[in-house]
């Protein structure tokens, strides 16, 4: 009897998976873990196409996902190496759903999976960071993450919205043998179209060389943004300690200007270090 | 190769140029008429600048600054009164526009808790916005176009600017005592592999005259020396720390210390604020002085290719929010702001005796027939409890006048007198002189230029006579020189009056 109960269950859940609608006898002594059938509800879960999938049990006043898992937002901050903070989130009921994440002025927009999880590593501007998520179902949240490693690395940010092509450059400096070249991290799910993007170059600077990185912002004009005003935010320690986010406008040559980049050197400050 | 060639007369060109462009492109200079709240009195005119609360034109009557709150303004260059944005035109030198300016007033919007915005218009060519944080209404700009040290000086003398980013003084008095934004240094660089540290100044000139090409020569290896970055002017006797500030240099210096980074057998002209992976050299005198460009060098001006960065302004009154910038200028976070851009900040800091061993070291090794161990041992007695204040006075070469950054520490030595800094202590204006003539001639033509230091303080705030501070010339002649008196160009370093402070002996306090 109860293997046959369990074999049901397999088919109907990989019933549901799959997009079929699923129909019940009305049995109501049944204690099955998945929600009530709602037809109309129940498609596959898509990456590209965020669902509401939960239902209400009235009976436990609590939602559940199609997973029969709680529907309670879980985000964890935990530091880990590289003074970088490791983000796991989970969602399940907001499955291949929207979250802005947004911390130190630096933002990034992802997708969960289809079971409603985003696992994602970033980078530590601060020795205590609060990040911010947002839910595409209005929900927010913070959690803080402290790394005291993050005092060890200059790290510099870009950060856009929509599909601006905007690009981080960064010339190290000095002879080769010696170059730190540093990492330029891509932060952003491209899929989504309105969401925002950053760019982070992060190195570690290590004093026993003179060296230093020339920093600079290209923007490639394409056919979505040629001619457009677009605003990116630039993030960089502050003289005054902290950091610094300042909005950087500017006009894109107009469509049929040909495609030369836009190359702006001076709004992020070049780094420079001496040896001690 | 570095290549020089004599500017002076380009630069008048360039100038005259420059003032032929500006004056076609009046753009902005608007006619407007002022009338009395009554009726009464219609003043017209070019209006010059409008602050938020008064109107500057130029009338038939001369210039003229009236109350917006009594007139009524009617014209095209009227601007609104309600949604005014106090505005500041900079144009001038790209090295300090490109990053110290920002950085200043990025610490100038923090302190005020207003937000910033950036608008690209096109290279060199941007705005600074300041907002009001919870409204997101604008407040002022600061509008930039950046190229170099004379369009800023041009654009300044047709009121095509109200400030002019400079890194080198103007030679004149039009446009006032600039300000000064932070400190600079013509450095001599290499690869950070290259063994090299330091070059003789003899040397030094030599390679800028292309008279050295391998480094064999200098008792390296058989390499090629490659030298890069131009120098304008430069003499036997390296004469004038101006002729290494040339714009062209200034300009190449970034692309140079990039060159320089990456070839070890290059040595190139580069700037302190902007060392990329080149290592900077130290400079040897003649009998052994060495020379470093070290903050603490640069701000007494004991390294001898300093190099002050100035803000000059127009002569129209600024808007409210401009002039509380100006202020911040002179402020202790300002000079934070010009040390994160990698300058030197021109705040006074205090060396104590026992931070200055080299120096009385070499003041030893340097005596000789002329200052014999009682010279020593009075300057020690005087200041063997004091401390060095990091700002030298120097006078132009030649003259008696004191040179730009001198005119300028003026300024910030009565600032500090005034607010209090020094109150219950004692300023030494000791006076130093070169080596040329006989002791005690020196003696008195160091206590001159320390009396005429006094003099000029004095003369400076009618607050000083009466301050709880007091200011004593010393003359120790050529006791304790800063570099070889065998050139020229050593002999203006040592010419100079220095500021020790000290506690007032107990009978006077």
């Not at chain 1, 004093?207 to 457009?228: A, I, Q, W």
Request: charged fraction near 20%; aromatic fraction near 8%; proline fraction near 4%.
């Amino acid at each position: 009897m109860m293997r046959t109960e369990w074999k049901t269950r397999l088919l109907l859940c990989l019933m549901y998976l799959s997009g079929q609608s699923i129909a019940f006898a009305g049995d109501a002594d049944m204690s099955f873990p998945f929600p009530e059938f709602v037809p109309s509800d129940l498609q596959a879960p898509s990456a590209m196409a965020p669902m509401p999938d939960h239902a209400d049990l009235d009976f436990v006043r609590r939602n559940y996902s199609a997973w029969g898992v709680s529907c309670e937002i879980n985000a964890k901050v935990t530091p880990v190496a590289d003074a970088m903070l490791r983000l796991e989130v989970s969602t399940p009921c907001q499955r291949g759903g929207r979250v802005d994440v947004v911390w130190s002025h630096v933002s990034a927009s992802f997708l969960t999976s289809v079971t409603g999880v985003l696992d994602v590593t970033l980078p530590a501007l601060e020795a205590q960071t609060t990040v911010r998520l947002r839910f595409e179902n209005g929900t927010q949240i913070e959690k803080t993450g402290v790394h005291e490693d993050a005092e060890d690395f200059e790290r510099v940010a870009i950060t856009w919205r929509g599909n601006s092509h905007a690009s981080l450059i960064a010339l190290p400096l000095g002879r080769s043998g010696f170059r730190r070249d540093g990492q330029k991290l891509q932060l952003g799910d491209r899929r989504i179209t309105d969401g925002t993007r950053s760019e982070i170059y992060s190195i570690r600077p290590t004093f026993d060389r003179t060296y230093g990185v020339r920093l600079h912002v290209e923007v490639s004009p394409n056919k979505d943004n040629c001619g457009t005003q677009q605003t990116f935010n630039a993030v960089q320690k502050a003289a005054q300690g902290g950091l610094v986010a300042i909005p950087v406008s500017f006009q894109l040559p107009d469509c049929g200007g040909g495609q030369s980049v836009l190359v702006m050197e001076n709004v992020l400050r070049d780094l420079a270090f001496e040896r001690n | 190769m570095i290549r020089w060639v004599s500017r002076a007369s380009q630069r008048s060109l360039v100038v005259a140029t420059l003032l032929l462009c500006f004056t076609a492109m009046k753009v902005w200079s608007q006619d407007v008429a002022l009338t009395s709240a009554d009726g009464t009195l219609t003043v017209e005119g070019r209006l010059l600048s409008f602050d938020g609360e008064y109107y500057q034109i130029r009338s038939a009557y001369g210039d003229l600054t009236l109350d917006g709150s009594g007139v009524h303004c009617q014209g095209p260059g009227c601007p609104s009164v309600n949604a005014f944005i106090a505005k500041a035109r900079i144009v001038g030198a790209t090295a300090l526009g490109e990053t110290l300016m920002p950085v200043l007033i990025e610490g100038f919007a923090s302190q005020e808790g207003l937000d910033l915005r950036r608008v690209e218009r096109a290279a060199d060519d941007f705005s600074l916005e300041l907002m009001n944080s919870d409204t997101g209404e604008v407040v002022a700009e600061f509008q930039f176009e950046l190229s170099d040290t004379l369009t800023g000086f041009a654009a300044l003398e047709v009121e095509e600017a109200d400030f002019a980013l400079a890194r080198f003084a103007y030679e004149g008095t039009k446009f006032g005592t600039p300000r000064v934004l932070g400190l600079d240094a013509v450095t001599f660089s290499v690869a950070a592999d290259n063994p090299m540290r330091a070059v003789p100044l003899d040397v030094l000139t030599q390679i800028l005259r292309g008279q050295v090409e391998n480094w064999a020569e200098l008792g390296g290896p058989d390499l090629p020396l490659i030298a890069m970055g131009e120098v304008d002017e430069v003499d036997d006797q390296l004469t004038a720390t101006t002729a290494f500030m040339a714009e062209e240099s200034q300009t190449l210096s970034g692309q140079v210390v990039d060159r320089v980074s990456d070839d070890s057998i290059s040595i190139g002209l580069t700037r302190l604020s902007d060392p990329g992976g080149a290592v900077a050299l130290g400079l040897l005198g003649g009998c052994g002085v060495g020379f470093v460009a070290s903050p603490q060098n640069l701000k007494t001006g004991d390294y001898p290719f300093a190099s002050p960065q100035f803000l000059y302004q127009s002569a129209n009154r600024k808007p409210r929010i401009i002039r509380q910038f100006l202020r911040y200028l002179a402020t202790d976070s300002a000079a934070r702001d010009a040390e994160f851009s990698g300058f030197v900040s021109h705040n006074l800091i205090e060396i104590p005796l026992e931070a200055q061993g080299a120096r009385i070291a070499n003041a030893v090794v340097q005596a000789g027939n002329d200052v014999n161990l009682q010279d020593l041992q009075e300057m020690m007695a005087e200041l063997r409890d004091a401390q060095r204040l990091t700002l030298t006075f120097r006078f132009r070469a030649g003259a008696a006048q004191l040179d730009v950054l001198s005119n300028a520490n003026l300024d910030v030595l009565v600032h500090h007198i005034e607010t209090g800094r020094f109150d219950g202590k004692e300023l030494v204006l000791a006076g130093f002189s070169d080596g040329d003539g006989g002791s005690a001639a020196n003696r008195g033509i160091a206590l001159k230029r320390a009396q005429a230091i006094r003099s000029a303080l004095l003369a400076r705030s009618d607050l000083l006579s009466a301050s709880d501070v007091t200011l004593t010339p010393m003359g120790f002649g050529e006791a304790m020189p800063l570099a070889c008196d065998s050139s020229e160009f050593e002999r203006q370093i040592n010419r100079r009056v220095e500021v020790w402070v000290r506690d007032l002996p107990q009978s006077e306090n």
